[in-house]
C-alpha cells in the first residue's frame, strides 16, 4: 500500500496558528475601516421653509446633512470575548435548568442572556429617562448581601418598566 504524503508541516501548531489569524484579523480589518458619508436629500416641507430676506436660518434649512454609515460588518465576527459576573451556585443551576425547560436544550443559558441584553439595548432610550432615578439608587456594600439584593430588585423593575414601555425589539 502506497505512504500517503503528509498534509502539514511537521512542526506545525495549530492552535499556535490560528492565534495568529486571529491577531492579524483585526489589524487588517483596521486598514479597511473608513467612515462612509452619503448624501441625505431631505425635502423641506413648504410650511418650513423660510424666505432668506427674512431669516437666516432659510439657507441652513435648506442644506443638504451628511450622515455617516453606521459600521456593519461584513465579515463573521467572532464570538470569543467573554463577560463575568458572580452569583451562587444555585442561581447557576436554577438559571440552567430555566434555560432548559424553556428552549429543551442544554448549554443555552449564554442565548438567553445575550437575548435579555438586547432587550436592554432595545429600551435604551426610556432607560435614559429613567436614569436619574436608577442614578439615585446607592449601590449596597458586597457584604450585605440583602441590601444587594433589594438594589437588584428596584433595577430589575426599571428595566421591566422601560422594555415593557418600548415594545418588542426592532429588526
Known sequence: MAKRAPILPDNYNPVGERLRRVVEAPAESQQNREEKVIDIHRPVPSALMISPASDERGIEAQTIERQPIPEIPT???????SVKFRCTLSE????????????GEQNQLS???RAALLLVENSYEQLKKAAPEMQRLKNP???NSLAITLYEQRLSQYLFDAIKSTGRPRG
Open 111 to 113: 442565548h438567553i442572556i
Open 92 to 103: 447557576r443551576k436554577k438559571w440552567h435548568e430555566i434555560t432548559h425547560e424553556v428552549t
Open 141 to 143: 456594600a458586597k457584604s
Open 75 to 81: 465579515d463573521k465576527e467572532l464570538k470569543d470575548v
